[in-house]
């Protein structure tokens, strides 16, 4: 069994800046692909950014070049440094991992989720 346990989230002002953070746990082998969702009431959970384990990334439209994500594989941890945001970046957001357990089998995990909210 894997825990993914997030941190980071909070209230912020238009235009400020926070920084997720992610950290797994348990019966890992290693970590293939770590994500970023988010989810808006009333609206379906979609991808913001992904990160493979070898650095390569990947955003939705909306957060390119404002977000940034980042990972350290010997903590096996994933962050997500948000600027510049807008009140439409208000969401819960989730971190995700496709993790390769001591077994070798291949599972896919879902942190708890922490709320973001942008706004004045």
């Known amino acids: 069994q894997v825990q993914l346990v997030e941190s980071g989230g909070g209230l912020v002002q238009p235009g400020g800046s926070l920084r997720l953070s992610c950290a797994a746990s348990?019966?890992?082998?290693?970590?293939?692909?770590m994500d970023w969702y988010r989810q808006a009431p009333g609206k379906q959970r979609e991808l913001v950014a992904r990160?493979?384990?070898?650095?390569?990334?990947n955003y939705a439209d909306s957060v390119k070049g404002r977000f940034t994500i980042s990972r350290d594989n010997a903590k096996n941890t994933v962050y997500l440094q948000m600027n510049s945001l807008k009140p439409e970046d208000t969401a819960v957001y989730y971190c995700?991992?496709?993790?390769?357990?001591?077994?070798?089998?291949?599972?896919?995990?879902w942190g708890q989720g922490t709320q973001v909210t942008v706004s004045s």
């Open positions: 348990g019966s890992i082998f290693k970590i293939n692909v």
């Open positions: 995700h991992a496709e993790v390769v357990e001591v077994t070798r089998y291949t599972y896919s995990y």
């Open positions: 990160i493979t384990e070898s650095g390569m990334t």
